[in-house]
């Protein structure tokens, strides 16, 4: 497959790079996003996320006509849909946005076109996606909806890490699910273009719940981690020693706790399944309770610390300061999506009567929804002033801090960075 143009409908942590790396692999690549800021940025040869690599791979590719950014798509020989699949308030998935790309991108087909869905779903939503088209395009035979289709629609999952997205989505295998053989066969012809792993052919439902699977096992996993902490935290138990130990069984393999289960993928995915199987899903929805009540469980235990400062100190509950280290999702990356550090954090400002201090490296500003008594600090200003430390997300940055750097010793860490685990 000799793919002349690749649109991208969705730039985000996923969509640009891949439209990135597509452009590197020779291909004229047309990015499409409803956000004005993130196209004049690309447009501009800048980017407007943090991933490591990514700004001289999106510079050099729209400095040398490669690439390029608008608002609305264009004709070309394929199509990725890579824009957010979030959930309802009820945990039902919401396929708005993956709608309203698909019908943007509808009156631009034409026989021979293909049209990948990238962005994790519930099972069924590919076939949905050709079912739009074919309601929009009654002119062109659609997988599904003609014996002899004219145009390709498939699912390939992406499954990188942030961080890390540059090289994993080269050497990664990929998952390639069509509506049909052809349709699987095509797809992949695209992704053979920069991908060094392998093409893993199957139908794509399968390939929908392969995505969904592979975040659920992650998603249980963690779980068991998040609930041996407060279970070690009643009996008295650093949990962080008694991991270490267990793993050193060559059988097993725990997890580390945290604050919670954030991001785009792991905190959202498993909810699909439960939504589709609510009666079957008993393991994966009391994985999905347990991770989502672990913020509410990291503020009683800032609110227990409040309390015990109150009795060491003479001061009056407005006059402490909580600071909370780490904002994102995870480790050295700027992303808020889903992350229970936010949650906590926000849950914190809204309860506590004084000063809550924020420190995040990564972000510039906070934010929308906290509380005014919430300001972004510096990692300096917080170890001066506050009362109360809160470890929510282990950057390199803080797991260089050490307790005795500490004017507090009020220290509620949940990641074990700060001297709670063996040998630190």
């Known amino acids: 497959m000799h793919t002349k143009t690749v649109s991208i409908l969705g730039l985000g942590y996923i969509g640009l790079p891949t439209a990135a790396i597509l452009a590197e692999a020779g291909c004229q690549v047309i990015g499409v996003d409803i956000n004005p800021f993130a196209v004049e940025t690309i447009n501009r040869g800048e980017i407007h996320i943090v991933e490591p690599e990514l700004a001289a791979v999106v510079a050099r590719n729209v400095a040398e006509g490669r690439l390029r950014a608008t608002l609305t798509p264009e004709p070309a020989d394929a199509f ?160 962080w020693q008694l ?12 997890l580390q706790p945290g604050p919670g289960v954030g991001g785009h993928c792991i905190a959202v995915d498993p909810w699909f399944i439960v939504a589709q199987s609510p009666e079957l899903a008993r393991l994966i929805r009391t994985a999905r309770e347990v991770n989502d009540s672990k913020p509410f469980w990291v503020l009683d235990q800032v609110k227990k610390a409040v309390a015990d400062c109150l009795m060491a100190h003479d001061k009056r509950a407005s006059e402490i300061r909580i600071a909370c280290f780490g904002l994102a999702f995870k480790p050295d990356i700027d992303d808020l999506r889903e992350s229970p550090a936010v949650q906590v954090a926000r849950l914190i400002s809204d309860w506590h009567q004084g000063e809550t201090l924020l420190v995040e490296p990564h972000i510039r500003q906070l934010p929308t929804h906290f509380s005014n008594k919430a300001a972004l600090v510096s990692i300096e200003e917080a170890l001066k002033d506050a009362d109360i430390l809160v470890l929510l997300t282990d950057h390199q940055v803080f797991k260089t801090l050490h307790r005795q750097q500490f004017t507090t010793e009020f220290v509620i860490d949940t990641r074990g960075a700060w001297g709670n685990s063996v040998g630190d």
């Not at 074919?134 to 629609?153: C, K, T």
């Not at 989505?169 to 792993?197: K, M």
């Open 80 to 239: 990725l849909i890579t824009v957010p699949t979030p959930f309802e308030a009820n945990h039902q998935p919401d396929l708005s946005y993956v709608k309203a790309a698909t019908l943007a991108i509808a009156p631009q087909l034409k026989a021979g076109d293909v049209v990948i869905l990238e962005s994790t779903s519930p099972v069924g939503t590919t076939e949905q996606v050709a079912t739009w088209i074919a309601e929009q395009r009654p002119d062109l035979d659609i997988p599904g909806h003609s014996e002899q289709p004219n145009i390709a629609v498939a699912y390939c999952p992406e499954r990188v890490l942030p961080g890390k997205i540059m090289a994993e989505l080269v050497s990664n295998d990929r998952v390639i699910g069509g509506i049909t053989p052809e349709c699987s066969r095509q797809a992949s012809e695209l992704y053979h273009l920069f991908l060094q792993g392998q093409c893993l052919i199957t139908n794509a439902r399968t390939a929908e719940m392969c995505k969904l699977t592979e975040n659920s096992f992650r998603d249980v996993n963690i779980a068991f981690a998040n609930e041996l902490s407060v279970i070690c935290h009643a009996l008295d138990i650093d949990v």
């Open 243 to 254: 991991i270490r130990l267990a793993n050193h069984h060559p059988r097993v393999n725990i």
